[in-house]
């Protein structure tokens, strides 16, 4: 089934219909706690954490086995997202806290980030939801399959840069602000597809994939990939151009990555991850230096070779490049993804169109110029990147900066398709 919402009329920017892009898949709801070290503290504190256990990945099946984790990757200043196997861990945990409740998913925080560019979009949900449809951006479509399936809210965790946790047995601080998202969502762990999401992609100029990172079922997994792959390749039999884009996530099942990835490899355009989920893919032991240009050309060329994709994109905290025989058609979404990323880490869900247009007039980093200057040296023709503004921003906002860039990046290529198909209409694009 097809819900539409209303366009609101606060609207200033002419919009471009939902009918050109679709974007998969899931949503859920969010429970985003205020960062509290002295609660944080207190309850590591309480559960006696120590050390050592801050060390690899294991089940979370208590509140203490939580606190563990967040604990685990507070102590690297990493981001990440893991499975709960109660709901009410989270339910218990998220009560401590002061919070706030939105609408997460990379679809859907990727739509909402091409509305602030005048791009309205169609999204797959996984489930049917008056509160998520109420959520959903302006005029944005949604695809819904027929199931009924519980969906639990998904607890978010920011925490700034400079944060500080200390217990008599733990004294532990961020060298950087960062992320982390724990789920426990039936719904999403089984991404019922739509009967309508063929004929949707047919006509899109671009379609996105992502989301099945949340999936537990193997059989499940490869049976909603043949429609995906079969969708695209009816797409591109029929003649549409314009771009299919895959985005990596964090796997609950780590062994389902390469399934999704050797699959999403043979029909997409662009294959785009984060920093952090291309050490994943090229199984690199240790952190990899965003500031070495051959240590990440070395990671990213060996990740394309291996996936056969025209373009592999990587967004990071200083730069989001592409790299392949086509690279440098991306330039421009590039930038565009990467301005409205840094907008939002700076202004939050209040960022306006001034503000993104701010943030592209900014200073980049000097660290990430030399870094781009260097990798072009090297790389030649096969990559494009862009450097991330430098921004002093007292209270960054951390969650959602991929999904942004990735709509962002999108509303550029459905710009192009658009220009490209109506030259004469091009210079009056708003």
Known sequence: M????????????TLIPASGVVLGFGAALDCEIRWDASVLSDLARSYGVVPDELVGQRPICSERDLVVSIMGYFTRSAGGE???????????????FDRVASIGGTCVRAAAAMLRLGQQATVHLAFESDQVLGLLPPGTQALVPDVDLPSYPHLVVQYPAGARVVTDRLELVATRANRLIYVNDPANEEIALSPALPSAVAGA????????????????????????????????????????MYEDAGFHQPEFAE?????????????SLSDEELVDAVAAS??????????????????????????????????????GPTAGRYRD?????????????????LVT????????????????????????EIAGEQVTVVAVPTLEVPDPTTVGL???????????????????SHPAAAGKAP
């Open 333 to 349: 979404a590039l930038a565009t993804g990467t301005a409205l990323a840094t907008a939002r880490y700076a202004h939050g869900e």
């Open 286 to 323: 240790g952190a990899l230096d965003l500031l070495d240009a051959d240590a990440v050309l070395a990671a990213v060329s060996t990740l394309a070779a291996r996936l056969g994709v025209p373009t592999v994109v990587v967004h990071s905290r200083h730069w989001a490049l592409a790299f």
């Open 205 to 244: 100029a671009v379609f996105l994939v992502s989301g099945f990172n949340a999936m537990r079922n193997l059989p499940a997994l490869r049976a909603r990939l043949d429609v995906v792959e079969a969708a695209v390749v009816q797409r591109r039999a029929s003649g549409t151009e314009g771009v299919v």
């Open 82 to 96: 893991r499975r709960v196997d109660e709901p009410q861990v989270i339910e218990e945990f998220c009560a401590r």
């Open 2 to 13: 097809t819900h539409p919402t209303t366009v609101a009329s606060s609207t200033s920017r």
């Open 353 to 376: 169109h001034d503000h993104i247009t701010s943030v592209a007039g900014a200073s980049p980093d000097p660290a990430a110029v030399a870094f781009a200057r260097r990798i072009r």
């Open 259 to 271: 399934v999704v990835r050797s699959r999403m490899a043979r029909v997409v355009d662009v294959y």
């Open 402 to 420: 991929g999904d942004t860039f990735v709509g962002g990046f999108l509303a550029a290529c459905a710009r192009l398709v658009d220009e490209q």
